[in-house]
């Protein structure tokens, strides 16, 4: 069993890197044509190319709130990538690359320990994503992985008084706005997390829910409305 599985499954192993990780992405695992050129350089391809990793970031919309995630750190330095969820997006986005400028540094997320100085005056907790979650919520990176392991964890934050959304007492926005990723979808307890395809419909079913998408941030924030939609054949 991969390493980071193991420290996925166990705090008894805390240092979340694998650096003899099998990474099967498209970087790894170049697609080529019948001539003989190399494909599939997205936008997410290059900047992991360049950076190391990506942040991809869905806006809040019908109610969701925002999220975003990382693309790259597994295949860059044998991280887990990184999810966040229910906060402001350009806020989320900020951190998560905080927390990937660590990473690079040599300061990987341990399970046992709390990530201090990110989100200013609260620690954040770090919980393993459960790979059921990945196709809801996480696509990008499956589309840039093909195929496991692919280890995602979920930074997770407390309320205003330091409460996190497993301990009692904690507030309403705290549990309502993150989900617990850390619990497999058939036994989380009904919310709009669960129910998200039944609040955002996708509107083309042949080509498989959450394919990729690429917008601009005056869309994502609300200041454009979207006047058109380019589909590319799959």
């Not at 019908?62 to 350009?90: C, I, K, N, Q």
């Not at 990530?115 to 770090?126: D, H, M, N, S, Y």
């Amino acid at each position: 069993m991969p390493a980071a599985e193991v420290a996925l499954g166990s705090a008894a192993v805390t240092d979340l890197i694998d650096p003899e990780r099998d990474c099967s992405c498209h970087l790894c695992a170049p697609d080529v044509d019948d001539d003989g050129c190399l494909g599939w350089r997205d936008a997410t391809a290059r900047l992991v190319e360049k950076h190391g990793w990506s942040v991809v970031g869905i806006g809040a919309h019908d109610d969701v709130p925002a999220w975003v995630f990382t693309v790259g750190l597994w295949h860059t330095y044998g991280s887990p990538e990184v999810a966040m969820f229910g906060l402001g997006l350009r806020d989320m986005q900020a951190w998560v690359n905080r927390l990937g400028k660590r990473i690079k540094k040599g300061r990987p997320l341990r399970l046992d320990r709390p990530v201090e100085k990110v989100l200013r005056g609260f620690p954040l907790a770090v919980r393993p994503v459960q790979p059921a979650w990945y196709p809801r919520l996480l696509g990008s990176a499956l589309n840039f992985y093909r195929e496991p392991p692919l280890p995602i964890v979920q930074l997770v934050w407390p309320d205003r008084h330091g409460t996190f959304p497993w301990q009692e007492g904690s507030g309403g926005n705290c549990r309502a706005d993150q989900p617990s990723l850390w619990v497999p979808p058939d036994d989380h307890e009904p919310s709009i997390w669960t129910d998200l395809d039944e609040i955002t419909p996708w509107p083309y079913p042949e080509a498989g829910a959450r394919t990729q998408v690429f917008t601009v941030n005056w869309i994502t924030e609300g200041s454009n409305p979207i006047r058109g939609v380019v589909r590319e054949p799959i």
